[in-house]
């Protein structure tokens, strides 16, 4: 699963709707989204990518696999 979460200077956060990366032979093919994962764990993805914006006071755009 591969998340988009932004964060603004004001500390405001956006979460994208999680994707569901294919690789083959180390080359990214295709992102299905949404992930076909679990509502609990779509949510616990959107918390811990937070929590890394949060905790590196991060301003920006950022992807957590």
């Not at 964060?7 to 080359?27: F, K």
């Not at 811990?48 to 590196?56: F, S, W």
Request: aromatic fraction near 4%; proline fraction near 5%.
């Amino acid at each position: 699963m591969v998340l988009l979460r932004a964060r603004g200077a004001d500390g405001s956060t956006v979460a994208y709707e999680p994707g569901e990366n294919a690789h083959e032979a180390g080359i990214l093919r295709r992102t299905v989204v949404p992930a076909g994962s679990s509502p609990d764990s779509l949510a616990e993805a959107k918390a811990i990518a937070g929590r890394i914006l949060d905790a590196l006071d991060y301003v920006g755009v950022i992807g957590v696999e």
